[in-house]
């Protein structure tokens, strides 16, 4: 089942989807913990992509179990509260021009971009199949 960025609410999502730098994924460890974790993504108009080292604890845990949330940080009074619901993968191949538009949005930020893909060079997938927020 796609999301409906529907509504207000809906386009404040989009708006947050294609500007905001930061994005926190939540998994859940062996123990049944939530594991947040602030990451850099890249919007497609249909899924969230984020690049992780392979052997990161994240990646583990979307093996065992797919289901994630992901939310941004709300505001100084605590409104403009926005959580994705759905599940994580791992990509496998990444379509060269995702990729490079994922390394585009965040260039700025990169010390050395050639180092940074090749520690973070296991794609995530994620896709909504809920909202929530206010």
Avoid at 84 to 103: D, F, I, N, T
Avoid at 104 to 133: D, H, T
Wanted: charged fraction near 25%.
């Amino acid at each position: 089942m796609a999301v409906e960025f529907t509504g207000a609410f809906g386009r404040r999502v989009l708006r947050k989807l294609r500007q905001e730098q930061i994005i926190w994924m939540t998994t859940v460890d062996a123990d049944g913990r939530p594991q947040p974790r602030p990451v850099w993504f890249h919007w497609s108009g249909k899924d969230i992509l984020i690049f992780s080292p392979p052997k990161a604890a994240k990646v583990r845990q979307i093996a065992k179990n797919p289901h994630t949330s992901l939310h941004f940080n709300a505001d100084k009074a605590g409104t403009d509260v926005v959580v994705l619901l759905g599940e994580a993968r791992r990509a496998g191949r990444v379509p060269s021009a995702r990729r490079a538009a994922y390394l585009r949005k965040y260039r700025r930020n990169m010390k050395e971009p050639a180092s940074f893909q090749a520690l973070f060079s296991e794609p995530i997938v994620f896709r909504a199949r809920a909202l929530r927020g206010h």
